[in-house]
């Protein structure tokens, strides 16, 4: 079974980063659309952040563009959310979500962002 484990969560000032990781078991990690998704206390799961296959960033939902961005290693199984001037409205649980022709989706267990001074 795949699994997907975030880190790199916690509590961070305004104005400060975080950078969240997700390794993904496995050996097809490459070929995998990758996103990072959060959720707000009482709301559904948003899109945050979709990078494809081959390492294009292909979504940012609005509130993060300029802000936050998305990247890939595939030797590592990994993708990453850096998020730089960090506002107290990012507060959430983050999640990894992965995709693929084929194959069933997948999610992490989700990591804690809290920004607050």
């Known amino acids: 079974q795949v699994q997907l484990v975030e880190s790199g969560g916690g509590l961070a000032q305004p104005g400060g980063s975080l950078r969240l990781s997700c390794v993904v078991s496995g050996d097809i990690f490459r070929v995998y659309t990758m996103s990072w998704y959060r959720q707000f206390p009482g709301r559904e799961r948003e899109l945050v952040a979709q990078?494809?296959?081959?390492?294009?960033?292909?979504y940012y939902v609005d509130s993060v563009k300029g802000r936050f961005t998305i990247s890939r290693d595939n030797a590592k199984n990994t993708v990453y959310l850096q998020m730089n001037s960090l506002k107290p409205e990012d507060t959430a649980v983050y999640y990894c979500?992965?995709?693929?022709?084929?194959?069933?989706?997948?999610w992490g267990q989700g990591t804690q962002v809290t920004v607050s001074s």
């Open positions: 990078i494809n296959p081959g390492g294009a960033p292909n």
């Open positions: 979500h992965k995709r693929g022709v084929g194959v069933p989706p997948g």
